[in-house]
């Protein structure tokens, strides 16, 4: 399994992107980023490895997997 190197946060303030960039998550920061999805300021999750594997998670709105 690759570990997960990179998680970035978009997070909106109007029409402005803070991107927040974490370097080495741990599991719990990676679940975290994915609860806080709502659609409107934290609208997109990127994690990134060592290799050319990449994963985006998007949406929210209150809703999420019930194993998160």
Same mark, same amino acid.
């Given at each position: #399994?690759? *570990?997960?190197?990179?998680? %970035?946060?978009?997070?909106?303030?109007?029409?402005? $992107? !803070?991107?927040?960039? &974490?370097? $080495?998550? /741990?599991? =719990?920061?990676? *679940? =975290? *980023?994915?609860?806080?999805?709502? =659609? +409107?300021? &934290?609208? !997109?999750? /990127?994690?990134?490895?060592?290799?050319? *594997? &990449? #994963? !985006?998670?998007?949406?929210? $709105?209150? !809703? +999420? &997997?019930?194993? %998160?």
């Amino acid at each position: #399994m690759t *570990a997960v190197k990179r998680l %970035i946060e978009e997070c909106w303030e109007g029409v402005k $992107n !803070l991107e927040c960039v &974490h370097e $080495n998550p /741990a599991p =719990q920061d990676v *679940a =975290q *980023a994915i609860r806080k999805l709502d =659609q +409107r300021r &934290h609208t !997109l999750v /990127a994690l990134e490895t060592d290799s050319e *594997a &990449h #994963m !985006l998670v998007g949406g929210g $709105n209150g !809703l +999420r &997997h019930p194993l %998160i």
